[in-house]
């Protein structure tokens, strides 16, 4: 079905359940509970796990298939954000012509650095890469500022032309990026007892886009031009000696990843119409490699596993600060309770990257699959083999 074959087709229902019930499975506990602080399921955060996802299962085309890992990505991110919101500005606010846009903006992008980064390999491909992301990153911020709105970014104003759109509603306000009439902050919400569910019209365009894009790399993963890619990471110096030309395979690959990383983008600005050059910073780019190898490079799902985690600790792990922890331990004596919130505080809320930095250093140590050979390891665990009746020695069950 679809071109897959059956442990694939699992996989991809697997992500299209997970996304499309993910108001119900990132809410957990009921409104009001104490527990509440840890759902996720509220629309910029839903958001933001299929947006990255997006944007890690492209890297991960480039970094697990072909070995090459890029510390410049971010650059295009924000090329398709800036793409997008001049669509917007210029056209109209329907997010699908500023979607493709940004695919197609990004996708010349990368063409470009690609072509001339992929004269090197190894560190000195990521050095390249780094140094053309800073330099987006510099001219962003500073030298294209008509362009890019320099310090405080591109955004929509009341004067914008807009061909085929209103610059302005009928109540004096600035539209908002639509998808044929439908809003992409438009949300309804379901009250199930103490529990409250939102359905918000961005989160499932993006998640229909994620699950497109994770379908794609999976015929991407099991196609020869896949093949060819593994190839080139297991060892590029064998296949050049057998007539092969290598470069297009990388360049393909590149420019496919920085289309991904486009798309995220323009997903970005049309859940937001606001493109600022932090997109283009280094930190940026280092993130999405955090995602990737945490989740598993070089595996299917776990790059989403691992944008899932990162953006999880950013926006819910990073809120727990010393009333709450005074709150979880006041049921003991004054002097354990404080001596316990002392010892913790470093790890949450603001230190919330060291707690993933220790994290990151024991999934590199002991589980260099990621989070994807953790689960395997679980399940293996649980798996309990039956024992063979025709082996010797092997204990017959009673009849």
Do not use: C
């Given at each position: 079905?679809?071109?897959?074959?059956?442990?694939?087709?699992?996989?991809?229902?697997?992500?299209?359940?997970?996304?499309?019930?993910?108001?119900?499975?990132?809410?957990?506990?009921?409104?009001?509970?104490?527990?509440?602080?840890?759902?996720?399921?509220?629309?910029?955060?839903?958001?933001?796990?299929?947006?990255?996802?997006?944007?890690?299962?492209?890297?991960?085309?480039?970094?697990?298939?072909?070995?090459?890992?890029?510390?410049?990505?971010?650059?295009?991110?924000?090329?398709?954000?800036?793409?997008?919101?001049?669509?917007?500005?210029?056209?109209?606010?329907?997010?699908?012509?500023?979607?493709?846009l940004s695919v197609v903006i990004a996708g010349?992008?990368?063409?470009?650095?690609?072509?001339?980064?992929?004269?090197?390999?190894?560190?000195?491909?990521?050095?390249?890469?780094?140094?053309?992301?800073?330099?987006?990153?510099?001219?962003?911020?500073?030298?294209?500022?008509?362009?890019?709105?320099?310090?405080?970014?591109?955004?929509?104003?009341?004067?914008?032309?807009?061909?085929?759109?209103?610059?302005?509603?009928?109540?004096?306000?600035?539209?908002?990026?639509?998808?044929?009439?439908?809003?992409?902050?438009?949300?309804?919400?379901?009250?199930?007892g103490n529990w409250l569910f939102t359905f918000?019209?961005?989160?499932?365009?993006?998640?229909?886009?994620?699950?497109?894009?994770?379908?794609?790399?999976?015929?991407?993963?099991?196609?020869?031009?896949?093949?060819?890619?593994?190839?080139?990471?297991?060892?590029?110096?064998?296949?050049?000696?057998?007539?092969?030309?290598?470069?297009?395979?990388?360049?393909?690959?590149?420019?496919?990843?920085?289309?991904?990383?486009?798309?995220?983008?323009?997903?970005?600005?049309?859940?937001?119409?606001?493109?600022?050059?932090?997109?283009?910073?280094?930190?940026?780019?280092?993130?999405?490699?955090?995602?990737?190898?945490?989740?598993?490079?070089?595996?299917?799902?776990?790059?989403?596993?691992?944008?899932?985690?990162?953006?999880?600790?950013?926006?819910?792990?990073?809120?727990?600060?010393?009333?709450?922890?005074?709150?979880?331990?006041?049921?003991?004596?004054?002097?354990?309770?404080?001596?316990?919130?002392?010892?913790?505080?470093?790890?949450?809320?603001?230190?919330?990257?060291?707690?993933?930095?220790?994290?990151?250093?024991?999934?590199?140590?002991?589980?260099?699959?990621?989070?994807?050979?953790?689960?395997?390891?679980?399940?293996?665990?649980?798996?309990?083999?039956?024992?063979?009746?025709?082996?010797?020695?092997?204990?017959?069950?009673?009849?």
């Open positions: 079905m679809l071109g897959l074959e059956k442990k694939d087709l699992r996989l991809l229902l697997v992500v299209v359940a997970l996304t499309m019930l993910a108001p119900f499975i990132l809410n957990p506990f009921p409104e009001g509970s104490e527990l509440a602080q840890f759902n996720a399921g509220y629309p910029d955060l839903m958001q933001r796990f299929v947006i990255f996802g997006i944007f890690a299962i492209g890297f991960n085309i480039l970094f697990g298939l072909t070995g090459y890992l890029s510390f410049g990505h971010a650059a295009f991110l924000g090329a398709g954000s800036y793409a997008a919101v001049w669509m917007f500005k210029l056209l109209s606010m329907n997010v699908i012509p500023a979607i493709l010349l992008f990368s063409l470009i650095i690609g072509f001339i980064s992929l004269r090197r390999s190894g560190i000195y491909f990521s050095i390249l890469t780094l140094a053309f992301a800073q330099m987006s990153f510099a001219l962003a911020y500073s030298v294209l500022t008509p362009i890019t709105g320099g310090e405080t970014g591109l955004q929509l104003a009341m004067n914008d032309p807009r061909v085929l759109g209103a610059s302005q509603t009928a109540s004096g306000n600035i539209p908002v990026p639509s998808l044929f009439g439908l809003e992409m902050r438009s949300s309804y919400q379901l009250e199930l918000n019209v961005g989160y499932y365009l993006a998640a229909v886009l994620m699950i497109l894009a994770f379908y794609l790399a999976i015929r991407i993963f099991r196609s020869p031009f896949g093949m060819m890619l593994r190839a080139i990471k297991s060892n590029q110096t064998r296949m050049s000696y057998t007539g092969l030309n290598a470069r297009p395979y990388t360049l393909a690959a590149f420019v496919i990843s920085g289309m991904y990383a486009g798309l995220a983008g323009g997903l970005m600005a049309s859940m937001d119409p606001l493109a600022g050059a932090e997109r283009m910073q280094w930190t940026a780019s280092g993130e999405v490699v955090l995602m990737t190898i945490l989740g598993g490079a070089g595996t299917l799902i776990g790059p989403v596993l691992g944008a899932g985690m990162i953006k999880y600790f950013e926006n819910i792990f990073s809120k727990i600060n010393d009333q709450v922890l005074h709150s979880w331990f006041a049921f003991l004596p004054d002097g354990i309770e404080n001596f316990l919130v002392t010892v913790i505080h470093p790890f949450v809320g603001k230190g919330w990257h060291l707690t993933l930095g220790i994290i990151f250093m024991l999934v590199v140590i002991f589980l260099p699959g990621g989070l994807v050979q953790g689960g395997q390891k679980i399940a293996a665990a649980f798996r309990r083999k039956k024992p063979d009746a025709n082996k010797p020695g092997a204990t017959k069950p009673a009849e």
